[in-house]
């Protein structure tokens, strides 16, 4: 059966639960909010299904049929300016759709908790697009779409690297009709930290929240922010200079112990497609960058290269060299974000006090973090953003290289 013997080796994937043929694994949290696997000896036959399915107890080597690189945006404004970089994944999700195939994403439930939903509707999609900076819970996900593809039915998955490597590991065999689509990841935090953040906002708004969106365009793609709706009708913009919550993802003090060590980095992945942000397009392209969002893709399989085929009227394309895709906006391709050395104390406070409160223990927002953001509307509106955006460009992740 399968022992956590250190968080570093657990990712959350759900496929060692979604194994057992006795329903004896759940998943539940831990102190911190992220959830591991505990099992039920009064139901457990050890017959090792779970182990056989942990995707980092049986890693196994990638070797793409050949990765190609693109930069890619789509051509629908009104979506791009939803998307958190060049709308890759709603292109993309589209095309499944008209094939009368269904979509598995992230998106919210009814209190705001982050969890992997399923689309047959273009509409259902649009709580999936954008990125959010939460690990979302895919309850019994990886049975449904099991199923799903036994019955035919061509399936696209969208989820973080492990949870493609759990999916895939707990399959045992990829079908021809799933389509996985994986993102570079900086990290996860956890849904404890999200609840707690949720609260704190709802409390200080006195609203529900009704919609949230981690990196909103609002002063342009390379300055996005946390955009969150009230149902009072207010909406606030933070940050990550000013939010809390996101100021602890950027600062690396909230993402799993298993994300500073990454089983799953790389340009080889188990994907057919792998989609991250395209900040570079400039330096990369010669071409002008008019600041409203473009993706980088990889495509590792025929596959997938396929689908990209197939929806290239949807889209602006070019293809670009892995490599410099990988050396101009994925530092996060092949490193792991290094931990904040507070991170544990971060989240001991975290379980009694607001995150607002907990931060500024540990890493607090100044005055001078206020003083620039309440500088942004104003030079949004005279064009001098990009000048200051340029200034704040030597910042860089402090990344632990993965062998």
């Known amino acids: 059966m399968i022992q956590i013997k250190s968080k570093l080796d657990c990712c959350g994937c759900t496929a060692c639960a979604s194994s057992c043929p006795k329903s004896a694994i759940t998943m539940v949290p831990d102190e911190e909010g992220f959830l591991y696997p505990k099992i039920d000896m009064r139901r457990c036959i050890e017959c090792g299904a779970c182990e056989r399915a942990c995707p980092i107890l049986n890693k196994k080597t990638v070797i793409s049929e050949k990765t190609e690189g693109y930069i890619i945006r ?37 209190n705001m908790r982050v969890v992997c939903k399923r689309a047959t509707t273009k509409q259902q999609l649009q709580e999936m697009r954008g990125s959010k900076f939460v690990q979302s819970d895919l309850g019994n996900i990886f049975q449904d779409i099991k199923k799903e593809l036994k019955e035919g039915t061509t399936i696209l998955f969208s989820g973080t690297p492990c949870q493609v490597a759990g999916l895939l590991s707990f399959l045992r065999k990829k079908p021809d009709n799933l389509l996985c689509v994986d993102f570079v990841c900086r990290g996860v935090p956890s ?31 390379h300055t996005s922010t946390m955009k969150i709706d009230f149902a009072n009708g207010k909406t606030y913009y933070g940050s990550g200079r000013v939010d809390p919550y996101m100021k602890a993802f ?118 001078k973090d206020k003083i620039i953001e309440k500088s942004k509307r104003f030079l949004f509106k005279t064009g001098l953003i990009t000048v200051a955006r340029h200034l704040n460009k030597g910042k860089k992740v402090e990344v632990v290289e993965n062998k």
Not at 87 to 109: P, R
Not at 281 to 309: A, C, M, P, Q, W
Not at 331 to 360: G, W
């Open 74 to 110: 789509i051509k629908d404004n009104k979506i791009l300016y939803e998307s958190t970089s060049g709308g890759a994944f709603t292109a993309l999700a589209d095309y499944i759709l008209e094939q009368n195939g269904i979509v598995y994403g992230a998106g919210y439930d009814n």
């Open 191 to 221: 849904p404890g930290l999200w609840d707690n953040y949720v609260k704190y906002m709802e409390n200080k708004y006195s609203s529900k929240i009704v919609g949230a969106r981690f990196k909103h365009k609002t002063y342009g793609y």
């Open 250 to 367: 950027v600062r690396e003090i909230s993402s799993r112990p298993s994300c500073a060590a990454c089983a799953f980095k790389g340009i080889e992945r188990p994907s057919d497609i792998t989609v991250f942000d395209c900040y570079e397009y400039s330096k990369i392209t010669g071409k002008k960058d008019d600041n409203r969002g473009y993706s980088s893709i990889f495509v590792h399989t025929e596959k997938g290269g396929k689908i990209l085929e197939a929806i290239k009227s949807h889209i602006e394309i070019q293809e670009e060299d892995v490599n410099s895709l990988v050396t101009e906006n994925g530092v996060m391709v092949c490193n792991s974000a290094k931990p904040h050395p507070r991170r544990a104390e971060f989240y001991q406070l975290a379980e009694h006090y607001p995150i607002d409160k907990t931060l500024n223990k540990i890493d607090p927002i100044t005055l």
